[in-house]
């Protein structure tokens, strides 16, 4: 059951049993009719004062006064959670994870990314940028209110399989686990190698030894935010104009230049299984050709004019957003927003 509609459910219970308790009393102790039971009822539980519609008797009057002092509390804790759904968004959050469960479950291949916190959030934007499908598993019930509606979310612990199951993570090529706690994002690691051995895994982690655990429990990338952020902050110190330029590579400058990756399937046709000498790329478009993920070499910075293009092969190419345009209009079969 979704623990968002628990207390909702709980209150309108009580209130039916109120009802039920006040129908039955009525009916049996002053030998009233449904209409004139439900009437007193009504009038009892609101505490609004109305006539009553015949003189209680001495029984009546007892069960009336206890009816009346049970519930003070129970009407004012249906009215509060009741409330609560209209003015304080719990409405919308419901209905928010329920038009989010229907799209789920429609998800293949799609990123689940586990934390919606500073990371977690960061790793969101930049996959709805690039136009990915994710979606967020975020166990704070509270995170509902501060994720995008533009994003697909569920509410819930990615600790535990069903869970897991619930956000399509048999069906998902990533996982992206973000959560503060390296011992949780251990136990995730796990759940989810043991439920998708296919899955890519990405983790956070805060030490080394954290890291060790993660790559022994299945992780396939293993990142350290509090390192790299050290490590970035001495760098512009130490090296500020390599990192102005590691800046313009990956978009984070003001510039309009972006690096990005092509794979062997979608080049066009007569531009397959060639070298770089052949392909010609920067006489033609101005894109540069940074690097070559070789299917056997593997990644192959500054490749030579006599690198070849195969099955499998990737190019990493650096462009401004005209040249970019440019290149994939006159070598790929995609359009420019599917990089």
Known sequence: MNKQLESLITAVALFIFSLLVGLTGFTLIEDLNFV?????????????????VKELSSAGRVFTSIYILMNLGLFAYVVSVVSSYF???????IFKSYRSGMEISKLKNHVIVCGFGRNGSMACD???????EFVIIEKDPEMAQVIPDSMKQFIGD?????????VGIE???TIIITTPSDAANVFITLTARHLNDQIMIIVRA??????????????????MPDILGGMFMAQ?????????????????????????????????????DKTLKELNIAASTGVIVLGVKDNIKGLIPA??????????????????DAKLKAFVKEYTVLNYNDL
């Open 36 to 52: 004139n039971a439900l009437y007193m009822t009504i009038i009892t539980v609101g505490t609004v004062g109305f006539t009553e």
């Open 126 to 132: 930049e996959l709805q940028k690039s136009g990915k």
């Open 87 to 93: 003015f304080e968004g719990k409405l919308k959050t």
């Open 206 to 223: 805060s030490s080394k030894d954290t890291e060790n655990k993660l790559y022994r429990a299945g992780a396939n990338k293993v990142v």
């Open 303 to 320: 490749p030579s004019a006599d690198t070849f293009i195969g099955e499998d092969d990737y190019l990493i190419v650096l462009g401004s």
């Open 171 to 173: 069906k998902a090529s």
């Open 236 to 272: 512009l110190v130490t090296k500020p104009i390599v990192i102005e330029f590691l800046d313009l590579l990956n978009g984070v400058s003001e510039t309009s230049y972006h690096l990005e990756e092509v794979g062997y399937e979608n080049l066009k046709p007569e531009y397959k």
């Open 158 to 166: 990615a600790t535990e399989d069903d869970h897991l199951r619930i």
